[in-house]
């Protein structure tokens, strides 16, 4: 009698080499190479124990979306060589906890924020580390507002990413989207990401570091990677999907 440990890690291995093949023809389709997209995969709502077999399989950036799941997760993986990133709406009473085990945030979209993670990460013990943060962008938000699934409209980028810039133990490394479910771009997810590939395109003309772009998830990812997506965040094309469970 097994604990299903065996029949998980089949799982995930058959899971995970669908999707590696599926970013493997976007790529191609794109004519990129397939090193230019990183593959993140989100653990949101499983176990440890799936994130100990996802790193026996070669994963090596897995991402939280609630710090309350992250934190413990991460502290029990804290072994393996993982990079650890977050991707939800960020309160700032929990970016002290945040800045102690994630290597990227990519939901910075106000200067408050901007202002706590700083000053949680230099009241830290990461010797130094910067904390690499995203501007994440509201597709669906217009000027001056924030959008439904969090970030900020597309002219208020340029404003957080210079406070990004200026504060102490932050690196900005670049942009994060979600294709929206409202406005103009609601139900085409390529056209959402190509105007982010244009915001980013106009932050690296001030910003030449700031070229990761985090966009798709399992239903999109290979219209982000025509669009130009560095990073795909992928849940549960690779985990499944768990009843009753966001």
């Not at 399992?218 to 130009?228: C, N």
Request: proline share 3%; hydrophobic share 45%.
């Amino acid at each position: 009698m097994t604990d299903g440990t065996e029949e998980r890690r089949a799982e995930l291995a058959a899971n995970l080499a669908r999707v590696e093949r599926r970013i493997a023809d976007a790529c191609a389709a794109a004519g990129r190479a397939r090193d230019e997209v990183t593959l993140v995969v989100v653990t949101k709502t499983y176990p440890a124990s799936d994130v100990r077999i996802l790193s026996g399989l070669g994963v090596r950036e897995v991402a939280e979306n609630r710090d309350q799941d992250a934190a413990p997760k991460a502290a029990a993986c804290a072994d393996l060589p993982l990079a650890w990133h977050f991707v939800g709406q960020l309160q700032t009473n929990k970016v002290r906890s945040v800045v102690g085990y994630a290597d990227v945030v990519h939901s910075v979209d106000r200067v408050r924020l901007v202002e706590a993670l700083s000053a949680a990460v230099m009241r830290s013990d990461r010797a130094g580390r910067e904390l690499g943060c995203l501007v994440q962008v509201a597709l669906d938000a217009e000027s001056g507002a924030q959008g439904t699934r969090g970030g900020i409209a597309p002219d208020a980028v340029e404003g957080i990413a210079e406070a990004v810039t200026a504060a102490p133990g932050l690196r900005l490394d670049g942009l994060m989207a979600v294709a929206p479910l409202a406005g103009a771009y609601a139900g085409q997810p390529r056209a959402a990401f190509d105007r982010l590939a244009e915001i980013s395109s106009c932050l690296r003309e001030m910003h030449p570091a700031a070229n990761m772009v985090s966009a798709g998830m399992s239903a999109d990812l290979e219209e982000a990677v025509a669009a130009g997506a560095t990073h795909v965040r992928i849940g549960s094309a690779v985990l499944g999907v768990r009843t009753g469970l966001r």
